[in-house]
């Protein structure tokens, strides 16, 4: 029987980083999974969360449930997504009285699963038959790290790449600043942690930074196009998405 699961895509990636969404599809595909897209899908309510406006994130809440209900499985290609909806979802739930919507989300939250932790955790695949012949260093985004502990999955995955060259990332586990509204909100400090992160990561001599949140990818990537340092960001599903076809092969 093929394995199905569908694909939730956030709506950071939706609008900025659409290739990271088709990247992932090749790559469930390549490995036999049925890939499903619920196209009334929309965002997780994360921003809401973060800034104090939970109660603006209900109804996003009841409309993921909505959306994603008929699914045996839901891979997520965002960590902090991932994060959202397994710490905040059910506790959010349960204040809305909502009984109903409080068993549906206990049933569903569950079956989320962040894109890594789902090729090696739940598929137990590390190698999807991918090459990328570059010096590459992995950071650990912190919804990733702290909440999800899916370190291992990335690395795992990573080091079966062909060619690739996985270097050391110096105080990987160090914040890269983003932190969405912080940023914002507190641009000096965002700015002060980010100049480490990219001193680390010129220390580390890698070619390319792998991640698996373009959010902290889209910070990190423009300290280090302001810098001039010629390297460059990838999420996790691109690389592994690099020359599985004929025709990047």
Known sequence: MTRKASLFVSCFNDVLYPETARSAI?????IGVEVEFPSNQTCCGQIHINTGYSGMAVPLVRHFVDAFSGSKEIVAISGSCTATIREHYLRMAEKTGDLELVERTRELVPRVFE????LTGVLGVADVGSSYPHRVCYHPTCHSLRSLHVWDSAITLLKAVRGLELVDLPHAEQCCGFGGTFSVKNSAMSSAILADKVANILA?????????????????????KRNKTGV???HLAEVLAHGIDREEA
């Not at 090749?26 to 390549?30: M, W």
């Not at 894109?115 to 789902?118: A, D, K, L, N």
């Open 204 to 224: 580390s001599g890698a070619e390319t930074v792998v991640a698996l949140d373009n959010s902290c990818l889209s910070n990190i990537a423009g300290a280090l």
């Open 115 to 118: 894109f890594s932790e789902y």
């Open 232 to 234: 460059s960001v990838m």
């Open 26 to 30: 090749r790559v469930l595909e390549k």
